[in-house]
C-alpha cells in the first residue's frame, strides 16, 4: 500500500510564495517520475511541473520562471516552491508518481488546495 501526503497548501495575496510537499510512504522499491498537477473549478486538471528519477524537470508555459519543482530521493519527497503567485493559479493541487512496489503503478495524492487572492 502506497499513500501519497500532501502539504503547504493556504491562501496567500497576489505575488507571495507557497510551497507545498508531497510525501510517498508505504512499500516502494523505487520512485520514478513526480509530478504536480493542478485543476481549477470548471477545469480540467493540468499537468503544472514534473521531475524525473534523474533530475530533469519539465513545466507548463503559465509557470515558468515562477515555480521550482525539486525532490529529495532519500526522503521519498516531492517539493514544489510557487513564487509570485497570481489569481489564476488558485486550484486544489495534486501529487503525482510513478512508483515500483511489486508492480509500477500511477499513484495520487488527496490535493491540497491553493488560493490566491486579495
Known amino acids: 500500500q502506497v499513500q501519497l501526503v500532501e502539504s503547504g497548501g493556504g491562501l496567500v495575496q497576489p505575488g507571495g510564495s507557497l510551497r507545498l510537499s508531497c510525501a510517498a510512504s508505504?512499500?516502494?522499491?523505487?520512485?520514478?517520475?513526480m509530478a504536480w498537477y493542478r485543476q481549477a473549478p470548471g477545469k480540467q486538471r493540468e499537468l503544472v511541473a514534473l521531475?524525473?528519477?534523474?533530475?530533469?524537470?519539465n513545466y507548463a508555459n503559465s509557470v515558468k520562471g515562477r515555480f521550482a519543482i525539486s525532490r529529495d530521493n532519500a526522503k521519498n519527497t516531492v517539493y514544489l516552491q510557487m513564487n509570485s503567485l497570481q489569481p489564476e493559479d488558485t486550484a486544489v493541487y495534486y501529487c503525482?508518481?510513478?512508483?515500483?512496489?511489486?508492480?509500477?503503478?500511477?499513484?495520487w495524492g488527496q490535493g491540497t488546495q491553493v488560493t490566491v487572492s486579495s
Open positions: 503525482n508518481a510513478l512508483i515500483n512496489t511489486v508492480v509500477l503503478s500511477n499513484y
Open positions: 508505504g512499500s516502494i522499491s523505487s520512485i520514478y517520475r
Open positions: 521531475i524525473t528519477s534523474g533530475g530533469s524537470t
